[in-house]
């Protein structure tokens, strides 16, 4: 249809309440506007809680992730001056919350070695990795083994390790983006990228 | 720059991720051409990086649901700007008309106003007035209520599709509307308007984003004329290997190589090999070779 004579309906609800582009919904949010606020939130939210939840493998903190991220966003939105993007800015603030979750975790790890799974208290060093994948009976069924070497690899990961590749494999960002999330050079980022691969390949290559 | 195995292998990882430099990657392809043991571990490499797929999981069903409504009670109300605000800030906003204006009604002391001409007139059936809500109610000592409606009315905008309100409109829906098939028809309409920078860039962008693949195929075919600029290639070639979808893999390749062999040059040959590397769909790998072919360049290489 060139140039035909079109009628757009603006009908309201949600088909096309406002004509928005982001900018200008950030714009809106910054100014108050807690609907805009809302849809800003919207069009990020779903896969700023697959990230945590990948990562942390944890619904609880998963959900702990995503409300203080949005409540710092929230917050902090006033201060948003778009010299990066919002997607930038909004995954610091998320990677941020990761990582320090992450590295709290690890030190917990090392604190004791004695875990508790399925079949009662173990001391860590007999399991695998992440003891959440060990003791997931679902995990046991669909994966095998396979499945539980990676684990054991990623839990191995230093926390910025694990967040670089989960960013770049699983979320496939480019690492120049994820440098700057993480407020470091790609360069940097490319390292850490290339230490894991070394990891993976030598506790999968064998394997598959 | 000539590589030793050792150092091909340490970097297959990145070549398969796209990160090696310009010259990294020129002098790893070279390498792999004439090593049949490094393509060998490419291979490996590649199976284990699909083999992580395993480790993937997706967060609960209704977690999202749940992380919603939290941060919804969790956020501090919006600052009250007027008296009206001041009052009944407590009350859900969504609150539907039809359930307040009964009891309200029922003591006979409503009083409407507000917002000048936005109000409807509360003798209107309830059925009619069901989509407004309710943002603001107040009452006083003596019973009265005053109720502020936020509503949305139809408005119908037209013209032609270059008449700028219209292009705002189509551009803004393109990107914004929900529901998918408003999406898809909307860059339908944009085709037309494929002339104007913003329209191409509208489709460019709908073709890398568009979680439907409808309103992708939509987008490329919107771009079929414009296939020959930079920008358009550029975003092409980023198809070929991030979509999803076979079809749309398909449709680009044709895009790309319509033009004859003229239109591969060394970056086109370089994505279409890249393809090769990773393209499970026997058809689009059946057509990715001929384009290949076309340009006398090597599919083999992997
Ligand atoms: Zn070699």
Known sequence: ?208 | MKLACDSVRENLSLLLYGELSFTEEEAVQAHLQGCTECRAALDTERAWHDGLALATVEPPADLLVKCRQQLRANLPEPVPQNWLQRLWRGLDLNLNLRSLAKPAMALGLVAVGYLGARLPNLTEAPQETAAAHVRYVEADAAGNVRIVLDETKPRIVSGRTDDPQVRRWLLAAAREANDPGLRAETVALLQGGVEAVDVRRALVSALESDPNPGVRLKAIEGLRRHAGERDTRQALMRVLTADENPGIRTQAIDLLTESGPRSLDAQMVGALQQLMRREENGYVRQRCEKALRLANASAEIF
Not at chain 1, 155 to 181: K, Q, S
């Open chain 1, 1 to 208: 249809m060139l140039n035909g004579d079109t009628r757009v309906a603006l009908t309201g609800q949600n088909r096309l309440a406002v004509n928005m582009d982001e900018s200008s919904l950030i714009r809106a949010a910054q100014a108050g506007d807690q609907d805009a606020f809302e849809r800003l939130v919207r069009g990020y939210d779903q896969s700023v809680l697959k990230l945590a939840y990948s990562l942390l493998r944890s619904a609880d903190d998963a959900q702990d992730i995503y409300q203080e991220a949005f409540l710092r966003v929230h917050k902090n939105l006033h201060q948003f001056r778009f010299d990066c993007s919002f997607h930038t800015w909004l995954y610091r603030i998320v990677t941020n919350l990761c990582l320090d979750l992450l590295r709290k975790r690890k030190v917990r790890k090392e604190e004791s070695s004695v875990v508790d799974t399925a079949e009662g208290p173990r001391d860590r060093a007999e399991l695998t990795g992440d003891t959440r994948a060990s003791i997931d009976p679902q995990r046991a069924l669909v994966s095998g083994q396979l499945r539980q070497r990676i684990d054991a690899v990623l839990g191995e990961l230093t926390a910025r390790e694990r967040m670089v590749f989960e960013l770049r494999h699983f979320e496939g960002m480019r690492l120049r983006a994820i440098g700057e999330a993480l407020g470091t050079s790609e360069e940097a980022a490319k390292n850490c990228l290339f230490r894991v691969t070394q990891k993976m390949r030598v506790a999968l290559g064998d394997f598959v």
